[in-house]
């Protein structure tokens, strides 16, 4: 299982880390080791002081696909999820100032937390979706799919190109603006619409 991940795919979380618009979708891989298991607190990594929850629309593939056309696209998936990409923020700025890969602050273990998951067919429209996250009982981010750079077919037919997709693989499509630090007895909720995908307690 593959865990590919979109970054910078909502304009207003470009804005707040200040970085630049990318011209295709910046793509990145975590490994399985970086899921978070079923009902297990998220442990603060001792190699960060600064590590940031990014919560995300999930899409898993069901069958084996290369070269996928945007109009074949959806049928790829019959289910979208919700999950939180935490990425430890101050390692990744020095290895992005050093221009070296950011799978450290990225992948590391636990760093994936994939939620519940509903058919495709709940939804009207799969690009008008919104989800959120509460920490603390407090929403601290807010988005929806129609805010995406790249639209969900449009994200399978890009990787598609690079990499075989493969019955069991989970796409992050990316993180909408309210990034911020996590801190030790935060309580994280994760919602599609107004029902909890996911729920867990950070150490």
């Not at 707040?16 to 899921?35: A, H």
């Not at 799969?126 to 929806?144: M, P, R, T, Y």
């Not at 994280?188 to 996911?198: A, R, T, V």
């Amino acid at each position: 299982m593959k865990i590919i991940c979109i970054g910078r795919n909502y304009t207003e979380h470009i804005k707040e880390l200040e970085n630049e618009k990318p011209t295709d979708p910046v793509v990145f891989l975590k490994p399985d080791t970086s899921v978070l298991l079923k009902k297990q607190p998220f442990f603060i990594p001792d190699f960060s002081n600064d590590v940031h929850h990014e919560v995300e629309i999930l899409v898993k593939i069901n069958r084996i696909g290369k070269h996928i056309d945007k109009k074949f696209a959806h049928k790829y998936y019959s289910e979208i999820g919700l999950g939180i990409d935490f990425t430890a923020r101050d390692v990744q700025s020095e290895l992005k100032a050093k221009g070296l890969p950011w799978e450290k602050a990225k992948a590391f273990d636990g760093a994936a937390v994939i939620g519940n998951w509903l058919p495709v067919s709940d939804f009207e429209d799969i690009d008008a979706v919104e989800f959120s996250l509460k920490k603390n009982d407090k929403i601290v981010q807010l988005g929806n799919t129609s805010h995406m750079l790249w639209k969900i077919d449009e994200l399978i037919e890009y990787v598609s190109k690079y990499f075989t997709l493969k019955i069991g693989d989970i796409i992050f499509t990316g993180t909408p603006s309210g990034v911020e630090k996590v801190n030790a007895n935060d309580k994280l909720k994760g919602y599609i619409g107004e029902k909890e995908m996911f729920s867990i307690t950070v150490k």
